[in-house]
T-cell receptor, first 115, second 109 residues
């Protein structure tokens, strides 16, 4: 019963390097999300995918791209990492974002440090 | 603009000392209020969803209540294992939950 699985769990990048965070869910959910969590800022939405084939910007999309590869997988790419992107990243999923009862379930997080 | 404010930011309790955490919100058209627990180094874990004023839900020593403008998470006779950060979230106009900054709870034995 894995739920939402993210990889890698830890990563150190140099400024300007690129990388992709991978996320997969096994709950047959339609909607998936990427959040970042910073001290004192709480959880902020980067991008979301309401359903397979669609993606939309959240509150803090600059510097990121996403791909909804299929119903299960939703990846987050940093094309040219900056120190300001040092954060903890959480992938999440829910049955259907447009439903009134839309409980979101989170992965365990990916700790990213950009030096 | 949809806003979710949690208070206090941090709370220290002695084991057995009951207290409450607050989550106040300003959204147009409430589509539920969610409570999560987050342990250090982990992702948020879903606790409760409340949908209408007056609704209450319980789980072990936790009880969540909802009014038209705020929600309370009551912790009765807490134990050290209840130490965690508690987050609340409210879906806004986009249907996607906006999260508060959380309350960090420490329960001393």
């Amino acid at each position: 019963n894995a739920g939402v699985t993210q990889t890698p769990k830890f990563q150190v990048l140099k400024t300007g390097q690129s990388m992709t965070l991978q996320c997969a869910q096994d709950m047959n959910h339609n909607s998936m999300y990427w959040y970042r969590q910073d001290p004192g800022m709480g959880l902020r939405l980067i991008y979301y995918s309401a359903s397979e084939g669609t993606t939309d910007k959240g509150e803090v999309p600059n510097g990121y791209n996403v791909s909804r590869l299929n119903k299960r997988e939703f990846s987050l790419r940093l094309e040219s990492a900056a120190p300001s992107q040092t954060s903890v990243y959480f992938c999440a999923s829910s049955e259907e974002v447009w439903q009134g009862r839309n409980t979101i379930y989170f992965g365990e997080g990916s700790w990213l440090t950009v030096v | 603009e949809d806003q979710v404010t949690q208070s206090p930011e941090a709370l220290r309790l002695q084991e057995g000392e009951s207290s409450s955490l607050n989550c106040s919100y300003t959204v147009s058209g409430l589509r539920g209020l969610f409570w999560y627990r987050q342990d250090p180094g982990k992702g948020p874990e879903f606790l409760f969803t409340l949908y209408s004023a007056g609704e209450e839900k319980e789980k072990e020593r936790l009880k969540a209540t909802l009014t038209k403008k705020e929600s309370f998470l009551h912790i009765t006779a807490p134990k050290p294992e209840d130490s965690a950060t508690y987050l609340c979230a409210v879906p806004g106009g986009s249907y996607i939950p906006t999260f508060g900054r959380g309350t960090s709870l420490i329960v001393h034995p």
